[in-house]
């Protein structure tokens, strides 16, 4: 059972969103929110999986409530030590207009972003893709995005460096941040699945990451894509 809060103060989104996920078996919603502020409060309350959450919002945006959530480090639980705290998977909503928002909230944990105008379809894969604990950074469309915005921004902690990762590592990396899939990897490289995973954990672990958002907007901050030509290693 996938466990689903939507936090958006627009009440028409945030209750259609909820009752079409309602009407799914395996996904049960826990709540609905229409600040950042009371998204925070009720996901320490009901423990999700998955929160939808809008990027721009009253009393706490989502980047905030995103923030609040996700980060380890974060002192304001109410009480409890920062390492127990149930992290959620969020997944943010956003509109074409709010595309400078995208990478900061990617850069804060976020595990993807999904549209507003989604089809059904749409926002059932997405809950699904991060509860399993992938990035939803397929579409080509969150690939310009992060291209778009990675270099205007400065790096939220020190650049780690690449010298402790192996050439077949290095080419892993690039290959994410490029939008391949494992399977896509494996095909290009000749190489088998289990072996992509193995790379992309040795990888991950050398250079702290939590999940492939991070790995793609780490790779371009290093200049292994390059935000000027929409992702092609330079």
Known sequence: MIRV???DDQAVVRTGFANLLATQDGIEVVGEAENGLEAVRMARETHPDVVLMDVRMPVMDGIEAARRLLDPEDGSTGGQAAASVHRPKVL???TFDLDEYIYEALSVGASGF???DTTFPGLLNAVHV???GEALLAPSVTKRLIAEFAHLRSPRR???SLENLTARETEVLTLIARGL???EISDRLRISDHTVKTHINRLFAKLDLRDRAQAVILAYELGL???RN???AR
């Open 5 to 7: 809060l939507v936090a």
């Open 92 to 94: 943010m909503l956003t």
């Open 114 to 116: 999904l549209l507003k």
């Open 130 to 132: 991060v509860a399993r």
């Open 158 to 160: 020190p650049t780690p």
């Open 181 to 183: 899939t494992n399977a």
């Open 225 to 227: 894509v390059s935000p």
């Open 230 to 232: 929409g992702g092609s």
